[in-house]
């Protein structure tokens, strides 16, 4: 497999499931974000990892758990999510500072 | 004031014209620039990036720069219809790896 690899691509849930994303980057690179995608809402970072520590938390509520176990792969943990939280949630990495990201096709999540 | 703006279009151009999209960037020491691509329901593409003052070419696309003027803009030539999409402006600050998004401009090409 190449590039960013992202699972499930579609997820539908209830508010009281717990579930996990996946991601997969075979590119080699050091750093791995998770951002989300609202319609009509720019893309909004949500969680930053470098070299698997997790460097930026950008207020997002506790119900979204990260976990970057080596440089190559990212999860993010579900659970007791609500309605809003129904997007698209885009995992990225990059070779580090400065650099642009290459980002996987994504997981389109509806809470029910 | 939004870190990234972008006007939301839609934009549509002729098909075989040029289309001009800008960018704004509010914190004057931001070091890197990119232009992503994103058709609807996928996930988004990087299609230029720029780090200097001027202009940058890659095929159809041309990114141009103005850091004194916190502006960056993207021209594509010969406008096909396959270009329809909502393109992003996205910032690098001056210290770390954090990119920050523009809301976006989608782009119609009619033919």
């Known amino acids: 497999e190449t590039g960013v690899t992202q699972t499930p691509r579609h997820l539908v849930m209830g508010m009281t499931n717990k579930k996990s994303l996946k991601c997969e980057q075979h590119?080699?690179?050091?750093?791995m974000y998770w951002y989300k995608q609202s319609a009509k809402k720019p893309l909004e970072l949500m969680f930053v990892y470098n070299f698997k520590e997790q460097t930026e938390n950008n207020s997002v509520p506790s119900r979204f758990s990260p976990e970057c176990p080596n440089s190559s792969h990212l999860f993010l943990h579900l659970h007791t999510l609500q309605p809003e939280d129904s997007a698209l949630y885009l995992c990225?990495?990059?070779?580090?500072?400065?650099?642009?990201?290459?980002f996987g096709s994504g997981t389109r999540l509806t809470v029910v | 004031q939004k870190e990234v703006e972008q006007n939301s279009g839609p934009l549509s151009v002729p098909e075989g014209a040029i289309a001009s999209l800008n960018c704004t960037y509010s914190d004057r020491g931001s070091q890197s620039f990119f232009w992503y691509r994103q058709y609807s329901g996928k996930s988004p593409e990087l299609i230029m990036s720029i780090y200097s003052n001027g202009d940058k070419e890659d095929g159809r696309f041309t990114a141009q720069l103005n850091k004194a003027s916190q502006y960056v803009s993207l021209l594509i030539r010969d406008s096909q219809p396959s270009d329809s999409a909502t393109y992003l402006c996205a910032v690098i600050k001056a210290a770390g790896n954090k990119l920050t998004f523009g809301g976006g401009t989608r782009v119609l090409v009619k033919p």
């Open positions: 590119l080699g690179h050091n750093a």
């Open positions: 990225a990495s990059s070779q580090g500072q400065g650099y642009g990201y290459t």
